[in-house]
């Protein structure tokens, strides 16, 4: 199979903002009290330029930000010292928090529901007026500590995927009776405070929630959603709607899946939704666009994506570049969905490559996926076409062509990419270059190259790498450009999930 593109560098292209830099997520706050996760932020922030971060878990319990009194006549005790270390960690390294507000804290709680190892409490407030005066003593606190200028300059989320009986014990309509009283609270301080939601999985409510506001004038800011290539967007399976909870797990098919491998288990869901093999290629596209819809006049921001399998290899690099050059000026900010494998919602598995969310193993391996991030940050902010001239086959490789107008370098991203393999395979591709030319190189992800994994299975897959291991798996991520010379046509093979890039001076 063959295909063919022309880029001409001296077309004035068009604005192509990092959106995808606008945010990343990272697990429940409690791990941001650590130093390895720091570390890795930090590391993620200077090399690719996230801004923001979200995270679950800021008012949960293990934070001890309201803590249960002893004797059962007192009142809780509120204390922000857990949150004011993070949140200060965040502005000194030069990000800011996308504050996701949850969970609930057990002093508040109406009930004992709770999610993770960690416990978090995912129902109700049982007094309204109880949860809405701490809020109020939340915000206010933030605005005494850092301004109002800067707590202006932050994201209020309500909750985490409240159309989920897994995260939220309620119905529709509690949620928006929950993000009215907690958006009224933040208002009631700071009417400049920019709050949204409904934060749902599976771009769901969105209709349903501006109505709401809409009708009882409650403030909303923007809308958050979720979304990820494996998600039914007519499934119903565990969410809550509109007068019903959903039910939680199925304890036939929890013992089940006790014993199968996360694939076999995506594999299991997909059949069962009736999506396996039949996503087409830009998928995350079309449900973006029907979301931007329902949007309308009001920013979206996805809190949430990510890829729905494969997310050490290369796969997830050529994923990432291919949804990132279909949703372009679809959403005002992406946060993807992790930072790092340093994630305790089923515990702190052993291994640097376990088939998780992050984009560094728990070691702080880089994994390609943040191969091409970092390669994209690199990348200017000017759009160039890349125009197709033909090919043969079934076409499943195309070309961004990205301009930085400070330094005049323009930087190629030729993906190979299926989101469900059908019949993805390796394709032949020339790019011809209309335009000076004064150098080019190249460098390439795929199962060959930056592939720290296939570097670990060559050690035996050990379970705890030692530091010569680990450095030897820093040495295998690294993303390798060799020179090309001046040439004006681009001639190589995409093996299939690649990502082969050129930088072009």
């Known amino acids: 199979m063959s295909v063919a593109y022309r880029v001409d560098l001296t077309q004035s ?16 706050a409690t791990t941001l009290l650590r130093e390895d996760v720091r570390q890795q932020i930090r590391k993620a922030h200077r090399e690719i330029g996230f801004r923001y971060i979200r995270f679950h878990g800021l008012l949960d319990d293990d934070m001890s930000v309201v803590i249960q009194p002893m004797m059962p006549w007192l009142k809780p005790e509120i204390s922000f010292y857990n949150i004011d270390n993070i949140f200060d960690f965040l502005l000194d390294t030069g990000m800011k928090p996308f504050v996701e507000v949850g969970f609930m804290p057990e002093a508040f709680a109406s009930d004992t529901q709770t999610l993770f190892h960690y416990k978090a409490n995912a129902t109700m407030p049982k007094d309204d007026g109880q949860w809405a005066d701490f809020i109020r003593q939340f915000a206010q606190h933030l605005i005494d500590r850092y301004g109002k200028d800067e707590v202006e300059s932050w994201f209020f989320e309500i909750w985490n995927e409240p159309n989920l009986h897994f995260f939220f014990d309620g119905t529709q309509e509690d949620y928006f009776h929950l993000y009215e009283i907690t958006a009224r609270a933040l208002k009631d301080v700071d009417p400049n405070l920019k709050v949204g939601g409904p934060a749902t999985s599976n771009n769901a409510w969105i209709p349903p929630f501006k109505a709401f506001c809409a009708e009882h004038h409650v403030p909303l800011d923007f809308i958050s959603t979720h979304h990820y290539p494996s998600d039914d967007p007519l499934s119903t399976a565990g969410m809550n709607g509109p007068g019903t909870k959903g039910a939680m797990f199925d304890e036939e098919a929890a013992k ?15 059949k069962a939704v009736g999506t396996s093999g039949q996503n087409p290629r830009n998928i995350l596209e079309q449900l973006t666009k029907k979301a931007k819809s329902e949007a309308g006049d009001l920013p979206l921001y996805y809190t949430e994506w990510n890829g729905s399998k494969e997310y050490d290899t290369e796969y997830q690099s050529a994923m990432i570049v291919h949804t990132l050059a279909h949703n372009e000026g679809l959403v005002e900010g992406y946060s993807f969905w992790t930072v790092s494998d340093i994630f305790e919602e089923q515990g702190m598995k052993n291994g640097p490559f376990k088939n998780e969310f992050g984009l560094q193993t728990n070691e702080g391996i880089a994994k390609p996926s ?40 323009t930087i190629l991203f030729a993906y190979n990419h299926d989101i469900d393999r059908r019949d993805i395979a390796a394709q032949q591709i020339t790019i011809q270059l209309s335009g000076p030319v004064s150098g080019v190189q190249k460098a390439v992800i795929d199962a060959s190259h930056t592939a720290p994994v296939k570097a670990w299975k060559q050690m035996g897959s050990p379970a705890y790498p030692t530091r010569a291991q680990i450095a030897a798996l820093h040495e295998a991520s690294q993303l390798l450009y060799e020179d090309l010379g001046a040439v004006s046509e681009l001639s190589f093979t995409a093996e299939p999930e690649s990502v082969t890039i050129f930088k072009i001076r």
């Open 13 to 28: 292209g068009r604005p192509y903002p990092h959106y995808w830099e606008f945010c990343v997520g990272s697990c429940h």
């Open 256 to 270: 089940l899946m006790a014993n199968m491998t996360m694939e076999e288990i995506q594999e299991m869901v997909a």
């Open 370 to 409: 943040y191969r091409a991030f970092q390669a994209l940050h690199e990348a200017g902010a000017i759009r160039l076409d890349a125009e197709c001239l033909g090919g043969d086959g079934t076409r499943t490789a195309e070309v961004l062509a990205l301009r930085n107008p400070d330094n005049g370098e």
